[in-house]
């Protein structure tokens, strides 16, 4: 069912090695969650927290039927991939804006760490602890972030140029 590489990384991303495995044996048709997990050998809690996953992603359908004798509720699920490329569209565009924000940071900021890298500080923060670790005590250096800014930077640019 899925080929793609893309959207096999992005569906093992969201639902998980055992949820794949769901997705690809199921059918396409519209099947209660026990019929689902009966269909692919599944895990019947695999079944349902996969199938809620991609329901709150908009990449499955419920129906509800009422039985008339019992009263009972019967689910009837259907997964639909059709939306993929527009979720995918929108988790790249939300990484894009994280690593933006983190290229800015970066270089924006001057960043201080002891020998033991307990923690990155802001200069002005080292300042106040005299460049001294507040943690281990070891004195604080400079920490060249140039390379971190350079690698931000090509994703960021690979990124962009992929979704214009």
Do not use: H
Not at 39 to 67: C, F, H, K, P, Q
């Amino acid at each position: 069912m899925v080929r793609d590489a893309a959207i096999q990384g992005y569906l093992k991303n969201l639902v998980g090695e055992d949820g794949l495995e769901m997705i690809e044996r199921a059918s396409i048709d519209e099947l209660t969650d026990e019929k689902i997990a009966e269909e692919t050998g599944s895990n019947l809690n695999t079944v349902r927290r996969t199938l809620y996953i991609l329901y709150e992603n908009r990449l499955a359908n419920y129906r509800r039927e009422r039985d008339k004798d019992s009263g009972w509720l019967t689910y009837l699920w259907q997964v639909d991939l059709s939306d993929i490329s527009r979720n995918m569209d929108e988790e790249a565009q939300k990484l894009i804006k994280r690593l933006e924000t983190r290229f800015d940071f970066e270089a924006q900021n001057v960043c201080y760490t002891c020998e033991n890298s307990c923690n990155r500080i802001l200069f002005e923060k080292a300042s106040d602890y005299d460049f001294i670790c507040p943690v281990c005590q070891a004195s604080l250096d400079f920490q060249d972030n140039s390379l971190l800014i350079e690698v931000l930077r090509g994703k960021l640019e690979e990124l962009k140029r992929a979704f214009e």
